[in-house]
């Protein structure tokens, strides 16, 4: 399964995949740095931020940078990461900024519960644009 994550909310997009890795289905997500985080500019940023400010630099916790990083850790928040059938599951997710050139002549799906159309506000972020200003450099 191949899933275009182009203005598809986040949360919503990763819950969907670890559902269905959990199912025992292999999951492609291409163009990560398109998905949208809810939320006005100055949250999300001053989220995040804190998020990584957080732990020790030895010992972590680690949050990634690149935006298929950043999409592939939201989707192991939706995974029991730490159990057999959790890390099972996320072996089968791979995560690609834009997409990759085995991939292009395959059809991309959309998840339609996940669209930017349900969003009640117009206060949003990319993942590739936060990923910037968190410091990445991809």
Not at 19 to 37: H, S, W
Not at 98 to 104: C, I, S, W
Request: proline share 4%.
């Amino acid at each position: 399964m191949i899933i275009d994550a182009t203005n598809l909310l986040l949360g919503r997009m990763a819950s969907f995949i670890a559902k269905k890795a959990l199912l025992g289905e292999k999951v492609d997500v291409i163009n990560c740095e398109k998905a949208i985080i809810s939320g006005s500019k100055a949250f999300v940023l001053s989220k995040f931020k804190a998020r990584q400010a957080r732990g020790n630099t030895f010992k972590g916790p680690f949050y990634p940078r690149k935006p298929n990083m950043f999409v592939r850790r939201t989707i192991r928040g939706m995974l029991p990461h730490k159990r057999e059938k959790g890390k099972n599951a996320f072996e089968k997710i791979k995560c690609y900024i834009g997409t990759p050139d085995d991939l292009k002549s395959k059809k991309a799906e959309t998840i339609k519960n996940a669209n930017i159309k349900k969003l009640p506000s117009l206060k949003y972020m990319e993942v590739g644009k936060l990923c910037e200003l968190l410091g990445a450099k991809w």
